[in-house]
Nanobody, 123 residues
Framework: QVQLVESGGGLVQAGGSLRLSCAAS????????MGWFRQAPGNERESVAA????????YYTDSVKGRFTISRDIAKNTVYLQMNSLKPEDTAVYYC????????????????WGKGTLVTVSS
């Protein structure tokens, strides 16, 4: 059974940084695409960043390019999201998710989800 467990959320002032972690277990993820998504109150879940577990190729939504960095530690089976220069509009619950085909990066395509971690950015 695949498990994704997020950690690292919290309260930070605008301009600050946080690093989110997603510990993955339950199978080999070498062909998977791992993604970070977020959902603010009243909003739909949106894609933030993704990484192909095997190649390390990364993808970002425009609003976080240059501020967020996604990475993975293969030995630890963990995906990270380093978030710098945080803005109040980054406030949301952040979710880690996995897609088995390693191709599609969208909320509807993901096969497995974590329970999320709350990030609050104060102005």
């Amino acid at each position: 059974q695949v498990q994704l467990v997020e950690s690292g959320g919290g309260l930070v002032q605008a301009g600050g940084s946080l690093r989110l972690s997603c510990a993955a277990s339950g199978r080999t993820f070498s062909n998977y695409l791992m993604g970070w998504f977020r959902q603010a109150p009243g909003n739909e879940r949106e894609s933030v960043a993704a990484i192909k577990w095997g190649s390390g190729s990364t993808y970002y939504t425009d609003s976080v390019k240059g501020r967020f960095t996604i990475s993975r530690d293969i030995a630890k089976n963990t995906v990270y999201l380093q978030m710098n220069s945080l803005k109040p509009e980054d406030t949301a619950v952040y979710y880690c998710a996995a897609e088995a085909e390693g191709v599609v990066w969208s909320p509807s395509a993901m096969d497995y989800w974590g329970k999320g971690t709350l990030v609050t950015v104060s102005s």
